[in-house]
């Protein structure tokens, strides 16, 4: 009765321990035939004899009763013994009169084996199936190093989320031995037969893909086809497709690469070059799903981060707008002009802040108007008043008897300039001046500082990235880098240089109104 026994599962792990436990009984190993998925096993069908099947429910997406049925028309015999190894299965016939779990249906000739898959549970329900007397030898045999299909079972899905899943495709049986030997073992390898196949299964979402070996010369649906009709598709527009062909010609490699697959190999296939090119694009699609995910993340960062600053910003303002009403309640107006100088300042940071975020996140709008640069600058000086009279600096300044008008935002440029003079009153020695001068130079007004004191050498290259000045005693080191990004998005220029490694001189272009 047990000539052929055929055992499918998507795992080669289950397979072979199945068949190990069949061994272990007498069955010989000819008698064993262990098929992946299937289509293959209805195609073996065709072909040779089967007299019992043992299944897995994730074989097929449909009743593997039905799939028996199907083997049992093409076999062209009255019923066929099937033993199911399922959960899954098991919940769904219970209720069913024709399938009793652990006894043999009359009608269906079945039994469903719920686990664990213990040895000896296994024979036991393949000898109640079968009635052969070989089971029922081994059945009362107790082997305690035997292996159990329960951890195999168990780790399955473990492992084969370990593993890349590789789909081959090809009308060849043969072609997919040869590639499926080459990577089953770094791989978990499931294969179509058909283009038409091939899009089932990616379309079920079931399998993970990682990849796709693709046949070209296949009948009815080619695998250019196959691959146009991946791209099309959103949820398998991004796996990366490898062709197999024996067309070797330029125009057939350009047409794959146009229709989006990633590498051509030609048949006969080399299994070094393939594993190689395999494991390069395994690598790269890996590499870009990480990517994506850390893209993701930013995106819902910077959204946090911007609906924090916001709020931040608004708890903020309140405060500091009652202080400046308050100012004017004071007697000691040279007081009140500090303090509301000083909040002023303090609002405009808050609000630059977001600002600054947005110019860095490329997603900041500039809204310029024509804006006074002489008294721009003059506020500047006037917020480090109190520092410079304590160092006894002065500001000498040229080229302020014309107004110059620039094409601005003065939020921004007020804050480049705080920042520019701010530093350089705290980078001067006592007792030195700063010479301030604007120009005009076709379309844009020059700014030019110079102060006493230069830049450390080491510290000169990476004046203007994010933190380069952090070691100063104040601050957080974003004065140049924000006073540089700030520039920028207005369409100016900023620029520094030594002088006689005595004095350093900041230059600021910013358009004319």
Do not use: W
Not at 165 to 180: C, G, H, K, P, R
Not at 207 to 229: A, E, F, R, W
Request: hydrophobic share 40%; glycine share 2%; charged share 20%.
């Amino acid at each position: 009765m047990l000539e052929h026994i055929l055992i499918v599962d998507e795992s080669r792990l289950v397979r072979e321990a199945l068949a190990k436990i069949l061994c272990s009984c007498g069955v010989s190993k000819t008698a064993i035939s262990c098929i992946e998925n299937i289509e293959d096993a209805l195609e073996f069908a065709q072909f040779s004899t089967i007299s019992l099947l043992i299944c897995a429910d994730n074989a097929t997406t449909d009743n593997s009763f039905e799939f028996r049925d199907e083997l049992v028309k093409i076999l062209n015999i009255d019923h066929l013994p099937v033993l199911l190894l399922s959960q899954k299965i098991v919940e769904d016939i219970t209720h069913s009169p024709d399938v009793q779990v652990g006894t043999i249906s009359a009608i269906n000739h079945s039994i469903a084996l719920s686990p664990p898959f213990k040895r000896h549970r296994v024979i036991n329900a393949l000898f109640k199936l079968t009635q052969d007397p070989i089971f029922a030898n081994c059945s009362e045999q107790v082997n305690t190093n035997s292996a159990s299909i329960a951890s195999i079972v168990n780790n399955k899905t473990d492992l084969q989320e370990q593993k890349p899943t590789i789909l081959v495709v090809d009308d060849e049986s043969s072609n997919i031995d040869v590639a499926a030997g080459n990577l089953r073992n770094l791989y978990r390898v499931i294969a179509a037969k058909s283009g038409q196949h091939a899009l089932k299964i990616v379309a079920s979402n079931n399998h993970n893909i990682s990849l796709i070996l693709l046949d070209i010369m296949m009948p009815t649906m080619d695998g250019y086809q196959v691959c146009k009709s991946l791209k099309e598709i959103e949820s398998s527009a991004n796996i990366p497709i490898i062709f197999l062909s024996a067309k070797a010609l330029v125009e057939d490699i350009k047409y794959g690469f146009d229709l989006g697959a990633v590498d051509y190999i030609t048949k006969p296939l080399n299994g070094d070059l393939l594993r190689a090119r395999v494991a390069t694009h395994i690598r790269l699609q890996q590499q870009q799903l990480a990517l994506a995910a850390q893209v993701s993340t930013l995106k819902e960062n910077a959204k946090l981060r911007e609906d924090i600053e916001k709020i931040t910003h608004h708890d903020l303002k309140a405060p500091l707008n009652n202080i400046l009403f308050e100012t004017y309640r004071l007697t000691d107006k040279s007081a009140a002009k500090s303090i509301n100088r000083a909040v002023n300042n303090v609002v405009n940071m808050v609000n630059n802040s977001l600002n600054l975020y947005k110019i860095e996140q490329g997603i900041y709008s500039v809204m310029p108007q024509v804006t006074n640069l002489n008294l721009l600058i003059h506020d500047a000086i006037n917020a480090v008043t109190k520092t410079s009279d304590a160092k006894n600096i002065t500001f000498e300044l040229s080229g302020f008897d014309v107004q110059h008008n620039i094409l601005v935002e003065p939020l921004l440029c007020l804050s480049i300039f705080n920042n520019l003079i701010k530093n350089a009153v705290e980078a001067s020695p006592d007792d030195k001046k700063i010479t301030l001068a604007l120009s005009q130079h076709n379309q844009f007004i020059s700014f030019e500082l110079t102060n006493y004191g230069v830049i450390p050498a080491q510290m000169r290259p990476t004046l203007f990235e994010k933190y380069s000045s952090s070691n100063h005693n104040t601050g957080i080191g974003l004065g140049t880098y924000s006073a540089k990004l700030m520039t920028e998005v207005q369409h100016g220029e900023i620029a520094f240089k030594i002088l006689d490694e005595q004095q350093t001189q900041f230059t600021v272009r910013l358009p004319s109104a």
